[in-house]
């Protein structure tokens, strides 16, 4: 049982070298004009040229997060909305595209433009290609370098968020300590003013002497009875407040360690994408591709008419045959 068509019969039955030698002039004219029309429709006063400027980065100083890696991080620095609402910003986007700002749905809009505009995409060797378009080169070129400083500002400041954290713990704890020593300080002032030791190890060495020499010669001496004395009285207090300043103070500088590296951290100015591939004014424009156009337009037409062709002729064909 046949279950083809009797048109698709008729169809496989033409010839299709003599139909096409049949309307050659015909399908040449429609040809010729589907050129015009095609060439008339891509000039620039209907489909304005646009420039692409590209850029390709590495990621550097950036910490891998779980699975993510470096690259996935800087592909979702770049495509950040903080980043784009500053570029509709500085770049005054809403009057350069043309959109009503007023609208409803301008924010829609803009951001739909924008993203259109823009192309990143990682590379097989764990770069990352960052394409702009516009109708002004010069844009493309200023927009592609923006989104490479604000993604490297934006990293700075999550960086310095986090470091400021340490470097307040830090400061705290340094001042928590400086204050603990200062008190200890005033202690020690106050021990030494009242028991008279100023350094324990050598005055013990020269009074425990003076003092047994005078016993050995029987000739005591009451100042050096009182001074003896108070080392006794005093000397286990002095030796365990001496210990516990000179521990604080190697702590200290510790934390005085941590508070000035957590500083250097915090104010130093570092480049998160390593420019391989620096953007540039484009010379040439990126799209429309004119000569692709007019041949998908032209060979679609002339197609079209071709199908139609067939489809009359067959028409007359039934036609012959009924009659």
């Given amino acids: 049982m046949n279950t083809h068509p009797d048109y698709e019969e008729n169809f496989a039955s033409l010839n299709f070298i003599q139909l096409v ?29 646009m420039y692409k400027s590209m850029a390709i980065t590495y990621p550097v100083n950036l910490s891998a997060y779980s699975t993510e890696s470096t690259t996935e991080q800087l592909l979702q620095l770049y495509d950040a909305e903080e980043i784009k609402v500053e570029l509709i910003r500085d770049f005054d986007l809403f009057n350069h595209y043309e959109i009503d700002s007023t609208k409803k749905s301008a924010r829609t809009e803009i ?46 400041n999550l960086y ?23 008190s200890m300080d005033l202690a020690m002032t106050q021990l030494r003013m009242k028991s008279g030791i100023i350094e324990f190890s050598q005055q013990t060495r020269e009074i425990s002497r003076a003092y ?12 050096l009875d009182t001074l003896f004395g108070k080392m006794q009285q005093y000397g286990s207090d002095y030796i365990t407040l001496n ?13 005085r360690q941590y508070v000035e590296n957590a500083t250097k951290d915090y104010t130093k100015e570092l480049t998160y994408s390593n420019v391989v591939t620096k953007p540039i004014v484009a010379d040439k424009k990126s799209y429309p591709i004119r000569s692709l156009i007019m041949l998908m337009f032209t060979g679609s037409v002339v197609f079209l008419a071709f199908v139609v062709i067939v489809i009359y002729e067959n028409t007359q064909e039934k036609k012959g045959a009924s009659k």
């Fill in 160 to 182: 310095r968020d986090r470091t400021l954290e340490a470097l307040v713990i830090a400061q705290k704890q340094f001042n928590e300590k400086k204050a603990e020593i200062d």
């Fill in 243 to 255: 210990e516990k300043i000179n521990y604080a103070r190697s702590v200290l500088n510790n934390y």
């Fill in 21 to 49: 030698k049949k309307w050659k002039k015909q399908l040449l004219i429609i040809a010729l004009i589907s050129i015009v029309l095609s060439f008339i429709f891509t000039l620039p006063f209907f489909i304005p040229p």
């Fill in 111 to 156: 951001f739909k433009q924008l993203t259109s505009n823009i192309s990143i995409n990682k590379t097989d060797y764990e770069s990352v290609k960052l394409e702009v378009m516009d109708t002004d080169p010069l844009i493309a070129k200023q927009m592609t370098d923006s989104i490479i400083e604000k993604a490297n500002r934006v990293v700075r």
């Fill in 212 to 223: 047994y020499t005078s016993i050995l010669n029987k000739n005591s001496s009451a100042r």
